[in-house]
């Protein structure tokens, strides 16, 4: 036994601290501390700082010295096939140094059989280690069966939150259009009921103007009439021979009663009512709602739930 521990102890010194297995082209620091050459490197690229992974000491530049009395312990120790991670797999007790067969349920610790006999394990339960793997790998398949139904459970659950979203996606996109194609129409009502009333309007000036304007244009004659009649008159009361004068009297009665008529100021207004914003309002809502019922009776009855 006490040859195996100093085997033990000697195979600790040739173990790389970073690695925790044994040293390859070791190398010690200016601190004093030894690591294998790639593993240091590689702290140092990783960190980006030279300072030992042990005690933290740092130095200003890499200098690296090859300890090769370090480097025949590893190699000695290899080829006694102390291999540091078999070391591991069968621990001992610290205590007693005998092998770790038992696992103490109560502390939830591996002992001894001489830590079982002690005071403080004495009413305490015990299992061998194989027992006791199989009760804890017997539990962690239980909970891993729990776990993996919460897991189904919960991605059945996601795939139902997720066609709940995208059907509230499929529902918004689909009001969206109903809402644009139903402005669409309204905005149509309205610039059909624009154009409409516009075309009333023209033809109720036309009614209106074309006997106004006929009857401004015999009002226009007749001032021309008269006003030639008045020039003829002034020509008239010019004249010197008594006969001329007498004659162009008698043409002048037959002419004036013969050309001029008598007219009057036709007088219409436009129905503005017809045309009050408030007439407008009521009539393009009325047909605006009209077309919003139709609509609404087109959209699919799920979309209205």
């Known amino acids: 036994m006490a040859s195996k521990r100093k085997a033990e102890s000697l195979s600790e010194e040739a173990i790389c601290p970073v690695c925790l297995d044994f040293f390859i082209d070791p190398v010690i620091l200016e601190c004093g501390h030894n690591f294998c050459r790639s593993c240091i490197t590689r702290c140092w690229e990783r960190e980006e700082r030279n300072s030992c992974p042990e005690c933290r000491e740092e130095f200003a530049d890499r200098t690296l010295r090859v300890n090769r009395a370090l480097a025949n312990l590893a190699e000695k120790a290899r080829n006694l096939n102390l291999n540091p991670k078999e070391k591991q797999s069968k621990r001992h007790c610290e205590e007693?140094?005998?092998?770790?067969?038992?696992?103490?349920?109560?502390?939830?610790?591996?002992?001894c059989v001489?830590?079982?006999?002690?005071?403080?394990?004495?009413?305490?339960?015990?299992?061998?280690?194989?027992?006791?793997?199989?009760?804890?790998?017997?539990?962690?398949?239980?909970?891993?069966?729990?776990l993996t139904k919460k897991k189904s459970d919960f991605q059945e659950k996601e795939q139902q939150q997720k066609e709940k979203i995208s059907g509230v996606w499929e529902q918004s996109h689909s009001v969206q259009s109903h809402i644009t194609s139903q402005f669409a129409e309204l905005r149509q009502i309205i610039t059909e009921k624009e154009q409409s009333l516009l075309r009333d309007l023209r033809e109720e000036e036309k009614r209106i103007l074309n006997p106004m304007e006929k009857n401004h244009w015999k009002i226009q004659e007749n001032i021309r009439i008269i006003q030639e009649e008045i020039t003829k008159l002034k020509e008239q009361m010019d004249q010197k021979d008594s006969v001329m004068f007498l004659k162009e009297e008698a043409r002048r009665n037959s002419r004036i009663n013969d050309d001029v008529q008598e007219l009057s100021v036709t007088d219409e207004t436009l129905p503005v009512e017809k045309f009050d914003h408030l007439y407008l309002l009521n009539t393009v809502l009325r047909e605006s709602l009209d077309a919003i019922n139709r609509g609404m009776m087109l959209w699919p009855s799920r979309n209205r739930d």
């Open 96 to 111: 007693h140094e005998e092998e770790l067969k038992l696992f103490c349920e109560t502390d939830k610790t591996l002992i």
């Open 114 to 146: 001489i830590c079982a006999a002690a005071q403080e394990h004495r009413e305490h339960c015990f299992r061998p280690i194989k027992g006791a793997v199989k009760i804890c790998t017997d539990q962690l398949k239980s909970s891993l069966d729990s």
